[in-house]
């Protein structure tokens, strides 16, 4: 069992930065592809960016290109995710999530190819 355990939430105003964190308990093939989804409230949990093994492939949703980049160092078993110049409308629960790589070189971009979820940190960004 792989435990997630995001941190670096919190508020900003738009146009600022915030750097979340995610760090699982273990490396296991299992947690070697992570990402990261978000959901806002009355909003379906959507994907924001996804990275394959050590960043071989990423995926980031149309939404945040340019503004979020998705990291991962693989010593540390954690997951990074820079947003910059957020918006009002990147307020939302953001969910770390991670599960085994497949053997196509591609970032999983959808929720049920995940196998682990954190609790979720809340971004707040005001304008």
């Known amino acids: 069992q792989v435990q997630l355990v995001e941190s670096g939430g919190g508020s900003a105003q738009a146009g600022g930065s915030l750097r979340l964190s995610c760090a699982a308990s273990?490396?296991?093939?299992?947690?070697?592809?992570m990402g990261w989804f978000r959901q806002a409230p009355g909003k379906e949990r959507e994907a924001v960016a996804a990275i394959y093994q050590g960043g071989l492939n990423t995926y980031y949703a149309d939404s945040v290109k340019g503004r979020f980049t998705i990291s991962k160092d693989n010593a540390k078993n954690t997951v990074y995710l820079q947003m910059n110049n957020l918006k009002p409308e990147d307020t939302a629960v953001y969910y770390c999530?991670?599960?085994?790589?497949?053997?196509?070189?591609?970032?999983?971009?959808?929720?049920?190819?995940?196998?682990?979820w954190g609790q979720g940190t809340q971004v707040t960004v005001s304008s």
């Open positions: 273990a490396y296991t093939p299992n947690s070697n592809c």
């Open positions: 999530a991670a599960t085994r790589c497949g053997a196509v070189v591609a970032a999983k971009r959808f929720e049920h190819e995940y196998m682990y």
